[in-house]
């Protein structure tokens, strides 16, 4: 079946970086556009970024700058490159696969990102 599990969360204090990896299975991975999300304690999950198979990026407005989506097809997984930390990027960060036809797509577990110092 279709997984996802994330990796690389942490804690790091304002002004540092992180990198989360999300290792895919189970699905032609290569065919797939795939995302990373948010969800900040008490606030409604939010798309950070977007890669599409072809390798096409976009980035939410708050992450634009700061962030880099980027994905190895041939490891079948996706990354979240984040510099420039601020305390308001503290939140449970999330991959999915992109929906597709019936499929709305499978969410990983979550991995926690905290920046404070």
């Known amino acids: 079946q279709v997984q996802l599990v994330e990796s690389g969360g942490g804690l790091v204090q304002p002004g540092g970086s992180l990198r989360l990896s999300c290792a895919a299975s189970g699905f032609i991975f290569s065919t797939y556009a795939m995302s990373w999300y948010r969800q900040a304690p008490g606030k409604v999950r939010e798309l950070v970024a977007t890669?599409?198979?072809?390798?096409?990026?976009n980035y939410a407005d708050p992450v634009k700058g700061r962030f880099t989506i980027s994905r190895d097809n041939a490891k079948d997984t996706v990354y979240l490159q984040m510099n420039s930390l601020k305390p308001e990027d503290t939140a449970v960060y999330y991959c999915k696969q992109a929906a597709r036809g019936w499929s709305p797509g499978t969410w990983g577990q979550g991995t926690q990102v905290t920046v404070s110092s």
């Open positions: 890669i599409t198979s072809g390798g096409s990026t």
